[in-house]
């Protein structure tokens, strides 16, 4: 296992960390949960507050294919794909390169972007629909920690189990007490979260063999 930050050169989003925290409540909490309209398209206090394609994956995009040395024909999954942006910015910058995507939200799949229509999958990262060993990558980034830590489990085995060795998992993660504390002011998905140390045992308790890296508020 490799720690490696593939998402360097993505654009960082604005957090009124404040405002989450005085606006959340168990049923926003619920809703966003649902992972449908209000929490893709809704006001931010749901979740992303607008999630619309703007080319700010392509670099990481590019960054992906550079880092597994991808190439035409090659097929890579994403595991929680959402809108599939991850999946065409890799067919654009990549031509020929096979990319799919998996998310559990029927309504970002069904709202996704013209160029990816029929390669998006509806199901959960704890049980991938695939073959052993049916993909040259898979990336599965700020998802699984949505899961409890069973699942979690379970979903990285079946990353590794897809691609073994060939993974890369982001979540979210604090370095510190403050870190940590930011982070469970904004959160709304995310069921089982740790420091970067618990998220290697976890990892490795699953046996993980992919990279891996966090996503920090600070």
């Given amino acids: 296992m490799t720690e490696v930050n593939l998402l360097a050169r993505l654009p960082k989003s604005k957090r009124n960390v404040n405002a989450r925290s005085e606006a959340k409540t168990s049923e926003i909490i619920a809703t966003s949960r649902q992972y449908g309209e209000l929490y893709f398209d809704g006001p931010r206090t749901y979740g992303y507050g607008g999630y619309r394609y703007d080319g700010r994956w392509i670099p990481v995009a590019e960054d992906i294919v550079k880092h597994f040395n991808l190439k035409p024909g090659n097929r890579v999954l994403d595991v ?49 629909p695939f073959p052993d060993k049916s993909f040259d990558a898979v990336i599965s980034i700020n998802t699984i920690h949505n899961l409890e830590r069973p699942d979690v489990i379970r979903a990285v085995k079946e990353i590794e189990r897809l691609a073994p060795g060939r993974g890369f998992i982001q ?8 870190q940590r504390e930011l982070f469970l002011e904004w959160v709304l998905t995310a069921k089982f979260h740790e420091y970067p140390d618990g998220w290697i045992r976890l990892f490795r308790e699953a046996g993980y063999t992919g990279d891996y890296y966090w996503t920090v508020i600070e």
């Fill in 80 to 128: 929680g794909c959402a809108k599939g942006f991850l999946v065409k910015d890799l067919m654009t910058v990549c031509p020929g390169l096979q990319p799919f995507g998996l998310d559990i939200s029927e309504y970002a799949v069904m709202q996704c972007e013209p160029e990816v229509v029929g390669r998006l999958h509806l199901g959960s990262a704890d049980i991938l």
């Fill in 171 to 178: 979540v979210d993660s604090y370095r510190t007490r403050e």
